[in-house]
């Protein structure tokens, strides 16, 4: 068993809204890791950075997406951060994985600047910045197919998506 597509990008590119729209289109389930790790641990991403740090939650989120991977064959979407840990990029091989890319200006303005998200404290537009720079090469080496996002609507982004994955089976 295998996703039908995973969805990988930082916040604001519209993953989870993406990913249910594929899900509806093809009628198949969606399932996102960070909703997964929440459910596991019954509380927040946001609890879990502050009460055990960022190492433990990438842990959970390590765990959540191998078990997702293996055994859902829906739509799948990852959490932001999920592709910087190495074993993840490894068990992302061989898999249909679509980078949703965003610029700074649309993922700041999706966000927003009074953010709940745990990597965001302080100068939000400055940590997207540097999210954007260090994370959009390990986005790129793990995609089959990159997608743009600014400027477009959702369903604008899954109908690309769509399309292409069609076209490609083909």
Known sequence: MSPRVVLVGPMGAGKTTVAGLLAEAWGVSVR??????????????????????????????REAV??????????????????????????????EVVFLRVGLADAVKRVGLGTSRPLLLGNVRGQIKAL???????????????????????EDVAGDIDATLTRNRS
Do not use: K, M, N, Q
């Open 132 to 154: 954007l720079d260090e994370r959009t090469p390990i986005y790129e080496s793990v995609a089959t197919l990159v997608v743009d996002t600014d400027g477009r609507t959702p």
């Open 32 to 61: 996102d890791t960070d909703h997964d790790v929440e459910r596991a641990e019954g509380r927040t991403i946001s609890d879990i950075f502050v009460d055990s740090g960022e190492a433990e939650f990438r842990r959970l989120e």
């Open 66 to 95: 191998a078990a997702a991977l293996a055994s859902h064959d829906g739509v799948l979407a990852l959490g932001g951060g999920a592709v910087l840990d190495p074993g993840t990029r490894e068990l992302l091989a061989g898999h």
